[in-house]
């Protein structure tokens, strides 16, 4: 490139100062802007953020579900119940809860025993469902379920 | 002392310290820059904000530039491409081609603030705006930087038979121009 100055020559004037502080302002938005831009460290650190929320999200989860399915009335040190609380319904939904309390009770799931403890509303459901009585207790041999 | 360094030594002190050898590129380029970059925009603002943007894509790019080309070629093409985003964008805003200083100043906020031509001024900028951009480029770096035709085609990625037509009929055009 040749030594000239023709290519400042031009009818256009330039704000006071203007060059004076030009090379500093392109420092500032340059290397200055990734020294210190916290945006850029955010940037660096969203995945691993986000990773560390999903597997946190999961782990929270995994405790509630643990809880409700071995609870024994006792609380799990670091799972209060308002963290269960917080626990989106759309996870809940799909979890037969009925079945996890009646587990974590200590209930059998067979039958025979709860026949034995509710035995009028049984009866009114074999009548509303129009099931043969004397066939059933057919099946149940000599057992006194009246 | 500083902006004697040749590119290869700038290219060797970019490797060892970034920084310092990109400080040095802002040093020794920028002002040049701002003209070429001014000349096509006329505007102040739209020059200082294409040059800015010129040196944030150099300083993200600089660990791919390849000494295929000089330093300054490449931070030309940048500031050109720049310059022509500039121009493009303005021309869509208007709807039509802007190209005379009048309109240019109505369009942006500072006016004719930062110019102060003479009347002859005036009407050669005038008749270097009513260039298509291809011509125009050829014509500012060549009458007012001063750059060789192989420079300029390693700016542009034009031949430099092509340029050295575009050139000549760029001059004619201005000529003519200027005596009507």
Redesign the interface.
């Given at each position: 490139?040749?030594p000239?100055e023709?290519?400042?020559?031009?009818?256009?004037?330039?704000?006071d100062n203007?060059?004076s502080e030009?090379?500093d302002?392109?420092?500032e938005?340059?290397?200055g802007r990734?020294k210190t831009g916290l945006t850029a460290k955010l940037s660096v650190l969203k995945p691993l953020l986000s990773l560390a929320a999903v597997i946190a999200g999961a782990a929270v989860i995994t405790l509630a579900v643990l809880q409700l399915v071995t609870g024994d009335g006792k609380k799990q040190p670091g799972l209060s119940h308002e963290v269960v609380a917080d626990i989106p319904q759309f996870l809940i939904d799909g979890i037969d809860m009925f079945m996890i309390e009646a587990e974590a009770e200590g209930y059998e799931p067979a039958i025979p025993l709860s026949l034995h403890q509710h035995g009028d509303e049984i009866i009114e459901y074999l009548l509303l469902n129009e099931i043969e009585l004397s066939l059933l207790i057919k099946y149940l041999g000599d057992e006194q379920i009246l | 002392m500083k902006e004697t360094l040749n590119d290869t030594e700038v290219l060797n002190l970019l490797e060892t310290s970034p920084?310092q050898g990109?400080?040095l590129i802002?040093?020794k380029y920028?002002?040049?820059l701002?003209?070429?970059i001014?000349?096509l925009v006329?505007v102040?603002e739209d020059a200082?904000d294409a040059?800015?943007n010129t040196?944030?894509s150099?300083?993200k790019n600089i660990s791919r530039f390849r000494q295929q080309s000089s330093i300054?070629t490449w931070l030309y093409s940048i500031a050109t491409n720049e310059a022509l985003m500039i121009i493009r964008k303005r021309n869509r805003l208007a709807e039509i081609p802007v190209d005379n200083l009048k309109d240019i100043f109505l369009l942006s906020e500072e006016g004719g603030t930062?110019?102060?031509?003479?009347e002859a001024?005036?009407k050669l900028?005038n008749a270097i705006l009513t260039l298509p951009d291809k011509q125009r480029l050829v014509f500012n770096m060549r009458y007012?930087?001063?750059?060789s035709y192989e420079?300029i085609s390693n700016i542009t990625g034009t031949s430099v038979g092509a340029l050295k037509a575009s050139y000549f009929h760029a001059m004619k055009k201005v000529e003519k121009y200027l005596t009507s």
């Open positions: 490139m040749k000239s023709k290519y400042e020559k031009s009818p256009f004037r330039v704000p203007y060059f030009l090379n302002r392109i420092i938005s340059t290397i990734k | 920084e990109f400080r802002v040093e920028s002002r040049r701002y003209w070429h001014r000349r006329i102040h200082d040059l800015q040196f944030i150099c300083w300054y930062w110019f102060n031509g003479d001024e005036e900028q007012y930087d001063e750059l420079d």
